[in-house]
């Protein structure tokens, strides 16, 4: 049976992670669609062509290539994932799955192995939504669930828009993504399948994500002449807010997860009261009751604590992606290729949103994931062994293979 090359996967994977790269040790930076991001995207262009793919592109700067099976009419098997990152990323989050498909385009190619549908491999863009929300706004778009208008318009800390982005890169196109199937190879992000020894973990299947951006508006003040009861202390309403977010994950139980991630008090000056603060929340559950009547706890908590300070305040959802469980199809097709292949492997969620979770509503979707080592991500810890790397990615070949139809071994070069 044909196998992946390890060596050119780990290469590529080096090339790209050295795209964005901060100080030594602090990882690296590609937010969606900067100038980093755009030299990410062209280095996989670049490899898609030398690969011999066709080269596709639609109005939101997804990135595919498709290579043409026998049959040409068929919709392609796709696998993908993305190449932006957050800030002071590790090197195998997204670019993991992206890689390891085309090591599969590579290592077919090598063989002269014809499938019977055609294969692609994708990036899509924005997954992380760090720089532009909503987060997934690549595989949301082309899932029909995301309309152009409110892609475009999403708007940066510096009031640049994805479409001026997406025009200053060059990136946009007016082709529509289409699949088959898709799969997606990635890193755990969490400390399951390292801690239980296991090769690789099987994706049942993904939580809901929440997020907004909110701000809590005071009164700037003399902070050595206002007495305690004059305040109208924004940054304190704030900080009591991330406090009950955390009391409110713990009460909600059911692994619940809230985090307030960005926090800005204004006009940030040492002995300034704060007149106003902004914060972002980021509210996450598996179960999709639990999901539901935990988005309007937060809703209310947060209107609440503005109500005790005596605050205004703005609130501001920009990402309300539901829970998902992938088909047991597509669960069972990735349990089989493992146990074929002599891994060790387990079921289990994903605490991390994907472009699976958006893919997911277009076609037949599921998940392979190998350990993080430590549980470590977003974060430039964050690292894989390589043995496990070319294990995740020899599943995904198989599965892919299987997907879309083996027709026959060529001699191979
Ligand atoms: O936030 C997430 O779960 C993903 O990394 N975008
Ligand atoms: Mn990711
Ligand atoms: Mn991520």
Redesign the pocket.
Known sequence: MIAINSERLKRSLEEMGEIGLNDPGAGRTRLTLSQEDREGRNLFVRWLEEAGLQVCLDPVGNIWGIRQGRDMKAKPVMAGSHLDT?KNAGMF?GALGVLAALEVIRTLNDHGIRTEKPLAVAAFTN???ARFQP??MGSMFAAGLLDLERALGSMDDDHVTVGMALEETGYSGNDRLEASAYLELHVE?GPVLHREGMDIGIVQGIQG?AWWYGTYKGEANHAGTTPLEYRKDSLLAAAELCCELRKLAEELGNDTRSTVGRLHPLPDVVNVIPAETWFTI?F?QYDKKLFESGKEKVESLVAKIAEKHGLDFQLEQRVDALPIRFPLSMVHLVERVARKSGCSYMNLPS????DAQFMHRLCPTAMIFVPSIGGR??CPEESTDWKDVDRGADVLLKSMLELAGLVYEGTGV
């Open positions: 957050v989050d997954e992380e939504g987060d997934m992000q994500i980021d996450r605490g991390a949103g994907h991500s977003h």
